[in-house]
């Protein structure tokens, strides 16, 4: 195998590895965070944060144009906590989309290395290849419900959260263009959507957003289901029918 081969494998593996393990990060964040809240005693009880039970959980799937990347499809799954205030609600999610920068983004990269390689000869040709590059992502929402506890639930929000970022491809594989693409970092969404009570215990919606993060941004159209757990604490100021919450 030649040294080029083996530095390629190297990459490739450490990639996998990075991805693996913020992936398990992420799950464990989005499993213990709020009850991490709970274990903090008074100062979480005067933010209302004793309050945050799980409620629902569901996934949703929907098309996202990153900026300078082919168009795809989004993952997520999402838990919400319930409401710390009237009409405000907590919502945890983690998210996954994967794509390759266009055609076009990456000649424009390669015309600038071009630009950088004294050939007098005009003989030297640099191979283009695909670069790809995935998002993995654990946000928290905080929406505001626009209209009362019913069937029907229309709101809207933003929210803040980490971003794993990785990119490979045979063009940057093992350079710094390579360690510079491959980040962690945060970012801001703003949301708006609305959820459908269709039975007792499922939930559809629909959810447009707008994530803004160092590097790139994203619109994303979110159409998903969601299970509403028996016992769900009933929204903040309204008052249950009798037997509400009973499986």
């Known amino acids: 195998m030649s040294s080029r081969a083996a530095r390629r494998g190297i990459s490739a593996a450490s990639s996998v590895e990075r991805l693996v393990s913020h992936a398990l990060i992420i799950a464990a964040l989005l499993t213990l965070a709020p009850g991490a809240a709970h274990a903090q005693g008074s100062l979480f009880e005067r933010l209302n944060l004793d309050r945050l ?36 609600r907590v919502i ?40 790809n590059v995935s998002d993995i992502a654990i946000t ?69 957003r707008f994530d803004l993060l160092s590097g790139t941004r994203f619109a994303s159209l979110r159409t998903g289901v969601s299970y509403r757990f028996p016992g769900a604490p009933p929204p903040a100021g309204s008052r249950p029918a009798d037997g509400a919450g009973a499986p």
Not at 56 to 72: H, I, K, L, N, Y
Not at 98 to 111: A, I
Request: hydrophobic share 40%.
């Open 140 to 208: 928290v929402d905080l929406r505001w419900n626009a209209l009362p506890p019913g069937p029907v639930r229309a709101y809207f929000g933003g929210g803040f959260g980490a971003h794993v970022i990785n990119a490979e491809g045979r063009l940057i594989d093992g350079t710094f263009v390579e360690r510079a693409l491959d980040n962690i970092t945060g970012g801001i969404a703003g949301v708006a959507g609305v959820d459908l009570t269709i039975l007792q215990r499922v939930v559809i919606g629909m959810q447009a």
């Open 53 to 88: 039970h799980l409620s629902e959980f569901g996934m949703s799937v929907g098309p996202a144009r990153p900026s300078q990347t082919v168009s795809t499809s989004l993952y997520a799954l999402h838990a919400d906590y319930g409401e710390i205030a009237p009409r405000w």
């Open 92 to 131: 945890f999610t983690a998210t996954y989309w994967g794509s390759r920068f266009t055609d076009e983004v990456v000649q424009r990269f390669v015309d600038s290395l071009a630009l950088s390689v004294d050939d007098p000869t005009n003989d030297a040709t640099i191979r283009t290849s695909r670069i």
